[in-house]
């Protein structure tokens, strides 16, 4: 709960100053008009716009000439601030009552502290509420979403004991691990026009519980290679999954070689 936390108090925050930058200005944006008296109203007809000034209930509208602009310009202009005071005023009623009811849930405990902070010796004795993380990780952990090929013989093996493609995928695959990132390497996905393709990741924001996927493009000083990645990330996005919503990707060539700092970046934007 920390992360929404933060983005509530976040939002609380920018709530507050747009409250007060709107009673700041809020004379300047509605200023008064003293010169001419009343109220304007218009009425029209099939033959034309009538001007009426109203100076009060005992007495009668004042018919105006629309060649007076002299007096239409600046009752128009009252009537206008009046409508915008009006609406700012509201504005800042519901930012109020935001800023309030955001007050009080950040001061409320999270349904999934619960189990959390539950005394360790009872734990075992206790089935988690249905919305706790780890076992909606864990089932998501469980799920068969199919893989690309039967098996990987190559020499690169992750801390979970994954054999994987690359030492970068290792390194991904490990920091993704250390964190308790919940992920799936190299399962099937379905696009759009009905073709398979295989994400290097498959992975699980457990907070959010959205899905995401992972491509590492590691030969990119390879004209070929980089056409096949372009033409990769395009397909994602004609099946919704988007790169810098939903897809995450890390780059890598012969001169630039992928980061760990780039790595926990990419983590803490998207899947803690």
């Known amino acids: 709960m920390d992360l929404e936390k933060k983005k509530l108090s976040e939002l609380a925050a920018e ?17 008064v008009h003293h010169e001419v008296q009343g109220s304007l109203v218009i009425r029209n007809s099939k ?16 018919y105006i000439s629309r060649t007076r602009t002299d007096i239409i310009a600046p009752l128009a202009q009252k009537r206008y601030d009046e409508k915008l005071r009006g ?37 075992e004795y206790v089935e988690p509420y249905e919305g706790n993380d780890e076992k909606f990780a864990k089932r998501w952990q469980s799920i068969d979403f199919g893989k690309w090929s039967s098996g990987i013989h190559s020499k690169y093996v992750t801390q979970r004991c994954d054999r994987v493609r690359s030492k970068s995928e290792v390194i991904i695959a490990d920091r993704l691990y250390s964190k308790g990132i919940p992920y799936h390497y ?6 759009s026009d009905g073709s398979m393709t295989s994400p290097d990741f498959r992975i699980l924001n457990k907070r959010t519980r959205k899905q995401y996927f992972w491509e590492h493009f590691g030969m990119m000083d390879d004209p070929e290679y980089c056409f096949h990645a372009i033409e990769k990330i395009e397909k994602y996005a004609d099946s919704d999954v988007v790169l810098g ?15 760990t700092e780039y790595i926990d970046t990419m983590i803490r934007e998207y899947l803690e």
């Open 15 to 31: 709530l507050g100053r747009q409250l007060a930058s709107l009673k700041k200005n809020r004379e300047k944006l509605v200023p």
């Open 47 to 62: 033959k034309c716009t009538e001007y009426l000034i109203y100076k009060g209930k005992d007495n009668p509208p004042e």
């Open 87 to 123: 609406v700012i005023g509201k504005r800042i009623k519901a930012l109020g009552e935001c800023i309030d009811v955001l007050e009080r849930f950040l001061k409320l405990e999270d349904v999934t502290d619960v189990y959390s902070s539950f005394p360790a010796e009872l734990k």
């Open 186 to 191: 190299e399962t099937l996905f379905v696009c």
């Open 245 to 259: 919503e939903n897809l995450i990707v890390s780059f890598e060539s012969s001169l630039k070689h992928l980061s």
